[in-house]
């Protein structure tokens, strides 16, 4: 990995790092727990991303930037600054949950707050949202930079193209970040575009592309930063392709053994960024083995805090139903 001192990072930012990989990880297998005990209908998982998604949401300002995730982002919006509680009430359709007050299904993020834009369940379409957003945010003279994240079967989508077509002529300060599992639900890659890597494609819209091993986690972070500088400075947007594997099936929804070999499935556990990251913080003596379980044991004090107060929380009232949904209230 890349030396972390030469990228300015500090040893608490790198263990704050972990912490927020190892939290995304344990919320996201409580969500399967809790689907799997009947308790919630539906998860889609982060598992395998998280390295990935730390790396590129910590070049960003929390509070300052905007972002626009797709259903995997567990990651960014805890670094955003969602909190575990807000995850769960959202998981659970809770009246307090920030992101619809129980209307949306889970893991489709939002908290205007924290400057997290709600994402629709039509894959792509959030790319051309953040690239209308940047654009008023240029004319503006405002300095923000927008993320925004798809998985690599929604790079085959018509919206995406517009979205890369219109940020390249307009030089826009957003990044694309394609999360590529290489996996769209059951499509392998190969099936879905006839090129091995999705950045390729930015030069066809005068954009800069860029492929990283999102298990490189400090690696994953220098190119980001760097995509978010020319951000900055006016210079364009980047098409940030990042490699990672889904330790998962596509949701709880889907068995992966029925396209994958179960020898494909256990490959695929030894690109698990969770345990590379905690070898190299090891390795950079930046971290021990008491100290990383105490903080697994803190993350999972964190998740049944969460878990258990989202699961008291109030339902959303029935005669809310239609609030917001149309413009004369309809009598229940």
Same mark, same amino acid.
């Given at each position: 990995? +890349?030396?972390?001192?030469?990228?300015?990072?500090?040893?608490?930012?790198?263990?704050?790092?972990?912490?927020?990989?190892?939290?995304?990880?344990? !919320?996201?297998?409580?969500?399967?727990? !809790?689907?799997?005990?009947?308790?919630?209908?539906?998860?889609?998982?982060?598992?395998?991303?998280?390295?990935?998604?730390?790396?590129?949401?910590?070049?960003?300002?929390?509070?300052?930037?905007?972002?626009?995730?797709?259903?995997?982002?567990?990651? @960014?919006?805890?670094?955003?600054?969602?909190?575990?509680?807000?995850?769960?009430?959202?998981?659970?359709?809770?009246? &307090?949950?920030? =992101?619809?007050? $129980?209307?949306?299904?889970?893991?489709?993020?939002?908290?205007?707050?924290?400057?997290?834009?709600?994402?629709?369940?039509?894959?792509?379409?959030?790319?051309?949202?953040?690239?209308?957003?940047?654009?008023?945010?240029?004319?503006?003279?405002? &300095?923000?930079? #927008?993320?925004?994240?798809? $998985?690599?079967?929604? +790079? =085959?989508?018509?919206?995406?193209?517009?979205?890369?077509?219109?940020? $390249?002529?307009?030089?826009?300060?957003?990044?694309?970040?394609?999360?590529?599992?290489?996996?769209?639900? =059951?499509?392998?890659?190969?099936?879905?575009?006839?090129?091995?890597?999705? =950045?390729?494609? +930015?030069?066809?819209?005068?954009?800069? $592309?860029?492929?990283?091993?999102?298990?490189?986690? *400090?690696?994953?972070?220098?190119?980001?930063?760097?995509? @978010?500088?020319?951000?900055?400075?006016?210079?364009?947007?980047?098409?940030?392709?990042?490699?990672?594997?889904?330790?998962?099936?596509?949701?709880?929804?889907?068995?992966?053994?029925?396209?994958?070999?179960?020898?494909?499935?256990?490959? *695929?556990?030894? /690109? &698990?960024?969770?345990?590379?990251?905690?070898? #190299?913080?090891?390795?950079?003596?930046?971290?021990?083995?008491?100290?990383? +379980?105490?903080?697994? /044991?803190?993350?999972?004090?964190?998740?049944? /805090?969460?878990?258990?107060?989202?699961?008291?929380?109030?339902?959303?009232?029935?005669?809310?139903?239609?609030?917001?949904?149309?413009?004369?209230?309809?009598?229940?």
């Amino acid at each position: 990995m +890349a030396d972390y001192r030469q990228l300015g990072l500090t040893e608490e930012d790198l263990k704050e790092m972990y912490r927020l990989m190892l939290l995304a990880r344990r !919320l996201d297998e409580r969500q399967w727990v !809790l689907n799997r005990m009947g308790q919630a209908p539906f998860a889609i998982g982060c598992q395998g991303h998280e390295g990935a998604q730390i790396g590129i949401s910590w070049a960003l300002k929390p509070g300052h930037d905007i972002v626009l995730p797709y259903y995997r982002d567990l990651g @960014v919006v805890l670094r955003m600054g969602m909190t575990p509680l807000e995850v769960m009430l959202d998981f659970f359709a809770k009246a &307090d949950g920030p =992101s619809s007050g $129980g209307r949306q299904m889970p893991s489709h993020y939002s908290h205007p707050q924290k400057g997290i834009v709600t994402q629709s369940s039509t894959v792509a379409t959030q790319t051309l949202h953040a690239v209308g957003m940047a654009y008023a945010a240029q004319q503006l003279g405002e &300095d923000r930079v #927008f993320y925004t994240s798809i $998985g690599e079967g929604s +790079a =085959s989508q018509g919206e995406f193209h517009e979205a890369l077509n219109w940020a $390249g002529i307009y030089k826009l300060p957003v990044i694309f970040v394609v999360q590529n599992n290489q996996w769209a639900i =059951s499509v392998p890659l190969q099936k879905q575009m006839a090129v091995d890597r999705v =950045s390729l494609r +930015a030069a066809g819209y005068g954009l800069t $592309g860029v492929t990283v091993d999102g298990l490189q986690v *400090l690696e994953v972070y220098r190119v980001a930063k760097e995509a @978010v500088e020319r951000a900055r400075r006016g210079e364009g947007a980047t098409l940030l392709e990042v490699m990672v594997p889904r330790l998962t099936g596509h949701s709880t929804d889907d068995d992966p053994r029925t396209y994958m070999t179960q020898e494909e499935m256990e490959a *695929l556990k030894e /690109r &698990d960024p969770l345990g590379h990251f905690a070898a #190299f913080l090891k390795e950079q003596g930046v971290i021990s083995d008491e100290e990383l +379980a105490a903080i697994d /044991r803190e993350v999972r004090q964190e998740v049944d /805090r969460a878990t258990d107060e989202a699961q008291k929380a109030p339902d959303p009232k029935p005669e809310d139903l239609y609030t917001h949904v149309y413009a004369t209230p309809i009598e229940l």
